[in-house]
């Protein structure tokens, strides 16, 4: 995860918390555990009561080395630099599984769509689901133009706004899980650092989906706040 803006356009407010693990920097943390030595790791599914994002691995702390977490005693006590802000916009690749760096599927068109309502690539969008998720053209007549899945099938996906052109056999479509003001949720890859596009919609972690970047294979993006933030409203 990648410190992109915050809603009010403030700069990044950081604090150095210590921790209870080695964590990396990208990775989310929450609230204390009981027993625990200091901040938390997340989990893929969870972030509630998230404390922020790591920054850094206590370099910041330590005159410019990282600390490794250690309980021995005569070493240096782990504490990393945290981003806290509970408006903070994080920017995650999208990611074909849950290895992070795993590229999307390309799906292509295998029967048009003379409407342009239906997307027919043979991938069973019913399953994961991905009724109210997003499906974007990138290659053919209506490349760049996105649409919400509206209903599924086991090879197609429906939109009730049609794309401004036919849907035709050799066109190359993705599809996301999120929708823009829309999903509370985006599920993370297993290193914590950014999104697994391959779970059904409504599966994940606590987050609002502000914004997509939809490109390609490698460099689509969801913009996405913490919800559930121990400084924001309310947990």
């Known amino acids: 995860m990648k410190f992109y803006n915050t ?5 990044p407010h950081y604090r150095r918390y210590k921790v209870a693990a080695a964590h ?3 990775a989310p943390v929450i609230r204390t555990a009981a027993g625990a030595t200091g901040v938390t790791i997340a989990t893929t599914t969870s972030t509630a009561n998230a404390i922020g994002v790591v920054q850094d691995n206590g370099a910041d702390y330590n ?7 250690s309980t021995t005693q005569g070493d240096v006590e782990a504490v990393y630099k945290v981003i806290i802000n509970p408006d903070a916009i994080w920017r995650l690749l999208l990611n074909e ?7 999307l ?13 239906v997307v027919t690539t043979g991938f069973d969008y019913s399953s994961p689901q991905m009724d109210e998720g997003t499906v974007w053209c990138t290659s053919g007549a209506n490349v760049g133009q996105s649409r919400k899945i509206t209903s599924t099938s086991t090879t197609a996906a429906t939109v009730i706004m049609p794309f401004l052109n036919d849907t035709v056999v050799g066109d190359t479509f993705q599809h996301a899980p999120y929708f823009v003001g829309n999903s509370p949720f985006v599920q993370l890859t297993s ?14 972690a606590g987050f609002s989906v502000l914004d997509l970047e939809l490109n390609g294979v490698s460099d689509s993006y969801v913009l996405a706040i913490l919800i559930d933030h121990v400084f924001g409203v309310s947990t």
Do not use: K
């Open 105 to 117: 599927t390309v799906r292509t068109v295998s029967t048009a769509a003379s409407d342009g309502l």
């Open 63 to 69: 005159a410019g080395v990282n600390i490794p977490y």
């Open 97 to 103: 599984g849950a290895t992070d760096g795993t590229a």
């Open 191 to 204: 290193n914590l650092l950014n999104a697994d596009n391959s779970i059904a919609v409504g599966s994940g």
């Open 7 to 11: 809603i009010g356009g403030s700069a």
């Open 24 to 26: 990396a920097v990208g």
